[in-house]
């Protein structure tokens, strides 16, 4: 799991084309104050199973939106189009069930297919939220036909203007209750965990605008609302379904790792009994022990959680950073390739695994490292930690002009414009006249230089 401020070939042009357009249309202006995402191949894998019979339900392809992680510990959940919905962690980690996920995720999605995103953004340009570059680059990846990119990694946004942006009205929350419900029964979950949800912010109306969270700011409640779901749901009815039978397990893993990673390590490991065997218990133990350090405490738990889940590509490939953290570096290698052979379409473990062949620090580690990361950066080009690596693979390789330009793209997805420009003017001067990448380089120019004047 890692972290990211924000949110060469044909291909990339296209991609940097359709960036100009929407960068010329659709933001004003552009703020460089940017969230950060978690980035994880378990985590995010977890979001699209646990979302999936919701899109089946709307009607809408699975790769069409994407969830997305917001490293916030305040309660909030939002969409700012109809790419991606964004969750915050410390919702994740508060609700207690899959069922009450799922009904946030549902009544997310209702707003987008409600087309409440395109009305509050006619009514409301003036205030709307800026999209950092990152999320226009992969909402262009996406135009042109590669949905497995997603949804971008850079959120640009400005006190006020997200208040606007993400505020819904009374009748559009209504709307979207009733259709988010509606979601919920055609998919056979229990549409009372919406209830819960929602009982978890009463009384937040109450608090000074300071004191609240973001869901409640954002997500008008009352009790009004409790009572008008509890009456649509005695309308609805609806039996429940048995979803898949490694999904919860897989929710109780995404939630360990949500505890592991960001409760102190300390608070990680006070709230799991030392005696409790259960495969999330190890899960958060073997990322706490990481974090204290106490490298010999991880690894145990790591290889028990190994030893009953040797196939298990999302395993292999945590105990690949833990080894390449602690510098075991050809360990490290051994594991990720592991990971790879089970999960080759995973891009971040993709990126994981060229991180650790760089790590080697041999000429041939540096080659596979670089064909491995621009794999990686093929399948998801926003993951600014792969294309450091990557262009310091393409550094390693003696190209400095693909350097350069990777370093361009790695700060544009950060919102650092500037950067990004003097890195794609670099790229340009070193790339040879006519080639893809100098085509890339300089519709970088031309997209930095918009970014910079807005």
């Given at each position: 799991?890692h ?8 291909r ?20 460089a104050?940017?969230?950060g995402?978690?980035?994880d ?30 490293n916030d ?18 919702l ?15 009544h ?24 950092g ?20 990694i ?28 509606q979601y ?10 919406s209830?819960?949800v ?7 109306e ?8 973001g ?51 300390t ?37 028990t ?8 590509a999302?395993?292999h ?30 891009a ?9 062949l ?21 399948k ?31 700060y544009?997805?950060l919102?650092?414009?500037?950067d990004?420009?003097?890195?794609a003017?670099r ?15 300089q519709d ?5 230089k918009?970014?910079l004047?807005?």
């Amino acid at each position: 799991m890692h972290t990211t401020s924000q949110p060469g070939n044909q291909r990339y042009s296209r991609r940097l084309g359709g960036l100009l357009f929407l960068l010329a249309t659709l933001i004003s202006p552009l703020f460089a104050q940017a969230q950060g995402l978690i980035r994880d191949a378990e985590i995010e894998a977890t979001l699209k199973r646990i979302a999936a019979p919701l899109f089946k339900s709307a009607g809408i392809s699975a790769n069409s939106i994407e969830i997305l992680v917001v490293n916030d510990p305040s309660l909030n959940a939002f969409v700012i189009n109809n790419r991606a919905i964004f969750l915050h962690s410390g919702l994740i980690m508060r609700l207690q069930s899959m069922e009450m996920l799922q009904s946030v995720i549902a009544h997310e999605l209702a707003h987008v297919t409600s087309g409440h995103i395109i009305r509050r953004a006619a009514n409301q340009r003036s205030a709307m939220t800026a999209i950092g570059i990152g999320m226009l680059l992969s909402i262009a990846v996406s135009a042109s036909g590669n949905t497995e990119a997603g949804a971008g990694i850079a959120l640009g946004v400005a006190g006020g203007a997200q208040n606007n942006l993400l505020r819904h009205t009374r009748a559009e929350e209504t709307t979207a209750d009733q259709i988010g419900l509606q979601y919920l029964v055609f998919a056979g979950i229990n549409p009372n965990a919406s209830i819960d949800v929602l009982k978890i912010f009463k009384g937040q109306e109450t608090l000074s605008i300071g004191r609240q969270d973001g869901y409640a700011r954002t997500h008008p409640l009352s009790a009004d609302r409790i009572r008008a779901l509890e009456g649509l749901i005695n309308i609805y009815g609806g039996q429940t379904k048995a979803q898949p039978t490694d999904l919860p397990q897989l929710h109780k893993r995404m939630q360990a790792k949500f505890r592991g990673f960001l409760n102190s390590p300390t608070t990680a490991l006070r709230r799991v009994k030392a005696d409790d065997t259960s495969e999330s218990a190890r899960l958060t133990r073997a990322i706490a022990y990481h974090r204290l350090p106490d490298a010999a405490k991880s690894m145990a738990e790591m290889n028990t959680l190994l030893a009953q889940h040797p196939d298990d590509a999302y395993y292999h490939e945590l105990k690949g950073q833990f080894l390449l953290e602690n510098g075991q570096v050809q360990s490290a290698v051994v594991a990720y390739k592991k990971a790879v052979e089970l999960a080759p379409k995973e891009a971040l473990i993709l990126a994981g695994y060229g991180r650790a062949l760089l790590s080697q620090g041999t000429r041939s580690g540096d080659k596979l490292a670089l064909d491995v990361l621009r794999q990686a950066r093929d399948k998801d080009p926003r993951d600014a930690q792969m294309l450091r690596d990557l262009a310091l693979a393409w550094a390693k390789a003696g190209n400095n002009g693909m350097a350069s330009l990777i370093t361009a793209e790695r700060y544009a997805l950060l919102t650092q414009f500037q950067d990004a420009y003097t890195n794609a003017v670099r790229a340009e001067g070193l790339l040879p006249p006519g080639s893809s990448g100098w085509l890339q380089a300089q519709d970088m120019i031309a997209a930095t230089k918009t970014a910079l004047k807005k």
